[in-house]
């Protein structure tokens, strides 16, 4: 699911093009993508944009009339832009699940994968708005309290603290390995276990890589529609490097795999250089799953 970086630039890239402008018609290609029914998608035509806003990660249209559109574009869904008289690019066939015409463009929610979970969801009120909201604090204005406090209610792995979006909000998979990177923390370390240096180590990696990702997102896009929205970047440090150096210590960098979810880490830099036990592979071997790097590396030649 797209997370805070680029959720932050389709909001300022709808906001820009949406505000102001009136929606003509909107027609559902998927009889699965509306998954409410009052008051009836309908009644967005005609109306004109206020405002564009975040959600966590769930993208809002908010019309005249206090009516919302709330789009979760969940792991594949994304939007394509049009102006006026142009197609947009991958916006036919089996992954196009709406249009939105407007007086300004057309705007397509598409899903490029076969599982739809993309949706759209209308509601009308703040307080139906609300529903919507899972409860996550803002790191980009979070205190180092508030983020604290946050992190330490629960006792979880830190990995699944940073996704958790009632305890953050739209952080996932992809920049959690990144933020826990930067701040040199196991993915797997309790978050009541965390000392006070590493839970302020953990603030600023968050907000720094939130931060330096939107600006770096932003550059990218230099005012255009963002159009390679995706969890796997080049230049990511962990996330979707396996196998490939470290940027800072040159290890390669390790992943444990639960369900279609993978997680990467560096060991020499987050866990002191111990493998961290892939749930499938350590029910297997039990005991035998391997104490060092060295130890994982031949068992994984043996299997090649």
């Known amino acids: 699911m797209p997370e805070l970086p680029d959720v932050t630039l389709y909001v300022e890239a709808l906001a820009e093009r949406l505000v102001g402008h009136r929606l003509e018609r909107v027609t559902l290609r998927s009889p699965f993508v ?44 994304r939007f394509r832009w049009a102006d006026p008289g142009k197609k947009a690019k991958n916006a036919a066939g089996k992954v196009l699940l709406a249009t939105f015409e407007f007086d300004a463009g057309t705007l397509h929610l598409v899903e490029m994968g076969p599982k739809k979970r993309a949706a759209l969801h209308v509601v009308q009120g703040e307080a139906a708005l609300a529903t919507f909201d899972p409860g996550g604090i803002e790191v980009p204005t979070a205190s180092p309290e508030d983020f604290a406090r946050a992190l330490t209610r629960h006792n979880h792995t830190v990995k699944r603290a940073l996704c958790d979006p009632r305890i953050l909000a739209g952080i996932g998979n992809a920049y959690s390995d990144e933020i826990l990177w930067e701040a040199r923390l196991s993915p797997v370390k309790l978050t009541q276990k965390l000392t006070e240096s590493e839970l302020d180590a953990l603030y600023h990696a968050t907000r720094s890589a939130m931060q330096t990702w939107t600006d770096k997102l932003r ?57 961290l036990a892939d749930r499938a592979l350590s029910r297997l071997l039990g005991k035998d799953w391997p104490k060092t790097m060295e130890e994982l590396e031949e068992l994984r030649e043996g299997v090649k």
């Open 34 to 77: 509306l998954r409410t029914v009052d008051p009836p998608v309908q009644a967005l035509v005609g109306r004109t944009v206020g405002a564009v806003r975040r959600l966590a990660k769930r993208i809002v249209l908010a019309f005249e009339g206090d009516l919302f559109a709330v789009v979760p574009l969940m792991r594949l869904g």
């Open 219 to 275: 550059r990218e896009c230099d005012g255009a529609f963002p159009e390679h929205v995706t969890a796997f970047r080049e230049d990511m440090a962990a996330h979707g490097r396996y196998g490939k150096p470290c940027p800072r210590c040159g290890a390669p960098i390790q992943r444990i795999v639960y369900a279609d979810r993978e997680t990467n880490y560096c060991a020499p830099c987050q866990t002191g250089g111990k493998p």
